[in-house]
Every structure is written in structure tokens, then in C-alpha cells.
């Protein structure tokens, strides 16, 4: 099995610490997210990773090397410029597999990748999305109107729940590769959105248990580094 890693971002939420350290190298006690990443998917039954890179990508080569320290085979893949969150897969559809794993290079999740791989499969899935429930607090009164601004509701800090994408993917290589062409910019809501658009199986995977958040936020980060340094066995494979 194969993975590829997005790890070309500039990670400007996170700047200024982001200016001068890729955000995949950010530290979560004594392992960069990349690292525990790495471990994750290894964990899970992959082999062969290939990292898309841009931002610092020399700080990533000297810290990753060719992935044996991991029990990993490590390829690198550099943008000459940004490619977005699916362009980068334009260059590598002929050497990924048939089924692989797309992800973002600074996911803090306990996800089960093992069972993604087998329901990717048994559902004979062209994408498989990992998504995550989150909750939404507006912390305002919210006014319901009419069309003539009357009154029909007032909702006091109200709270939904929606369904968020992850970052983390199982894509099949001949659903896709129509759809990507080297050195051209690509998100991957397009290109799922295209692949749905075409007929494609196009198919979302919840795990209730699991636990996912998204680092790039400076109060998210600090709230992952707190997290991985309580409960870090629930981060790591065995």
C-alpha cells in the first residue's frame, strides 16, 4: 500500500512560527505531527510514501531521509510552484498504486487507517472522504425574518453539527486519472467534486470514535500539543 503525504503548504495560519519551520515539522512534544503521521500509516499496513513538497522541503528531506528510520520507503515529489491539495497527484497517478492514500501532512487523528483501507474496498469505492463531526457555536443571538424583516425566530448562541472533511483520502488510480494533469493547480474539493460529477463512487467514511483536529490554528495547536503529551498512546500504533 501507498500514501501520499501533501506536505508543500506554507502553513500561514500558523505563521510567524511557519516563516521559517515547515508546518508538518510542528512539534507536538517530542515528535513533529509529521513524524506520528509517518508512524500511523506504517502502522496501518503502508509501505511506500511518497511526500509532495514545496515550503522548506529541504528541512523535510533532511528530517524524513528516505524513510527507513520509520520502517518506510520515503519519495519526495517537489513543486516548482503551489499545486494545491490534489494537483501534486498529476505527476505521481502512474506510480501510486491502484487504491492509495492521500492525506495532509499535519493530521492529529486517532482515524483507523486499516479499516479505511478495507472499507475503501469492500464498498468498491472510486474516493472514500474521511470526515469528522464537528460542532458549530455561533455566539450571538440569531434572528430569524421573514421577507419583510418580521420576526420568526430568535435562536440564543445556537449550536449545529456538521460534517467536516479530515484531509485523509483512499482514492482509486484510474477513477482519477482523467482528472489530474502534471503541473496543474488542483484542490481536492474540485477534484472529488469532478469524480462525483462523472458518476463516480464517491463515498464518505465517519469513524464516531475517532478523533481528529485540525493544527493550523495557533489555539488548535496548543490544544494538540496538550492532547499528544496526555494521551499520547492513543496516537501511536502499537
Known amino acids: 500500500m501507498k500514501a501520499v503525504v501533501m506536505a508543500g503548504g506554507k502553513g500561514t495560519r500558523l505563521q510567524p512560527f511557519t516563516a521559517s519551520f515547515p508546518k508538518p515539522l510542528m512539534p507536538l512534544?517530542?515528535?513533529?505531527?509529521?513524524?506520528?503521521?509517518?508512524?500511523?500509516?506504517?502502522?496501518?499496513?503502508v509501505e511506500e510514501v511518497i511526500l509532495a513538497v514545496n515550503h522548506l522541503h529541504h528541512l523535510i528531506r533532511a528530517f524524513c531521509g528516505d524513510g527507513s528510520r520509520f520502517g518506510l520507503k520515503i519519495d519526495y515529489s517537489l513543486e516548482d510552484s503551489p499545486l494545491g491539495t490534489a494537483g501534486p497527484l498529476g505527476a505521481l497517478i502512474d506510480k501510486v498504486?491502484?487504491?492509495?492514500?492521500v492525506t495532509n501532512g499535519d493530521l492529529l487523528t486517532t482515524f483507523d487507517v486499516k479499516q479505511l483501507i478495507g472499507t475503501h474496498a469492500d464498498r468498491q469505492s472510486d474516493a472514500t472522504i474521511c470526515v469528522y463531526e464537528r460542532e458549530v457555536k455561533i455566539d450571538?443571538?440569531?434572528?430569524?425574518?421573514?421577507?419583510?424583516?418580521?420576526?420568526?425566530?430568535?435562536?440564543?448562541?445556537?449550536?449545529?453539527?456538521?460534517?467536516?472533511?479530515?484531509?485523509?483520502?483512499?482514492?482509486?488510480?484510474?477513477a482519477v486519472k482523467p482528472f489530474v494533469s502534471e503541473g496543474v493547480h488542483l484542490d481536492m474539493p474540485e477534484l472529488l467534486l469532478k469524480l462525483n460529477g462523472a458518476g463516480k463512487k464517491v463515498r464518505c467514511h465517519l469513524q464516531p470514535e475517532s478523533f481528529w483536529l485540525d493544527i493550523g490554528r495557533p489555539d488548535d495547536y496548543s490544544t494538540a500539543q496538550k492532547l499528544f503529551e496526555e494521551r499520547r498512546e492513543l496516537f501511536l500504533p502499537d
Request: proline share 4%.
Open 29 to 45: 512534544g517530542d515528535m513533529p505531527v509529521l513524524e506520528l503521521l509517518l508512524r500511523q500509516l506504517r502502522g496501518a499496513g
Open 140 to 174: 450571538f443571538g440569531l434572528i430569524q425574518v421573514d421577507g419583510e424583516m418580521n420576526l420568526q425566530g430568535y435562536l440564543e448562541k445556537p449550536m449545529s453539527k456538521h460534517l467536516v472533511s479530515m484531509g485523509l483520502y483512499m482514492l482509486n488510480r484510474d
Open 97 to 101: 498504486g491502484e487504491n492509495f492514500i
